[in-house]
């Protein structure tokens, strides 16, 4: 592998190749995006402030990754303080409409 009769550029390639299957051993396996997407998202927002009986617009759609599970937040697009819930990737689940900011 690492011997004499091998030339600089395949050997440098060989120690890559070992090196990269070890970096590939210690992280893991590959990470994968969420589940949902950004139209099911906005789906299920829509539908949260509609049984919570508030009239507003989605602004605002982030995802997250924490403990290796993906939470959407979907906040309203105000200046200050607004409207917020949280989706749960894995589930679907939706949390409370929060209140957010200075009102």
């Known amino acids: 592998m690492f011997g ?3 030339s600089a550029p395949e050997a440098i ?4 190749g070992v090196l990269r299957s070890f970096y590939r051993l210690l992280r893991g396996p ?10 099911q ?10 049984a919570a009986q508030i009239d507003v617009k989605l602004g605002v ?5 924490l403990e290796g599970r993906f939470t959407w937040i979907a906040k309203t697009a105000t200046k200050g303080s607004g409207l917020q819930v949280a989706v749960d990737d894995a589930t679907g689940t939706l ?3 929060e209140r957010w900011g200075i009102r």
């Open 4 to 6: 004499l009769s091998a």
């Open 13 to 16: 390639g060989e120690r890559k």
């Open 30 to 39: 590959p990470l994968s995006g969420p589940r949902l997407s950004q139209e």
């Open 41 to 50: 998202v906005r789906a299920l927002f829509a539908e949260a402030v509609r």
């Open 61 to 65: 759609l982030t995802v997250r990754r």
């Open 95 to 97: 949390g409370p409409v």
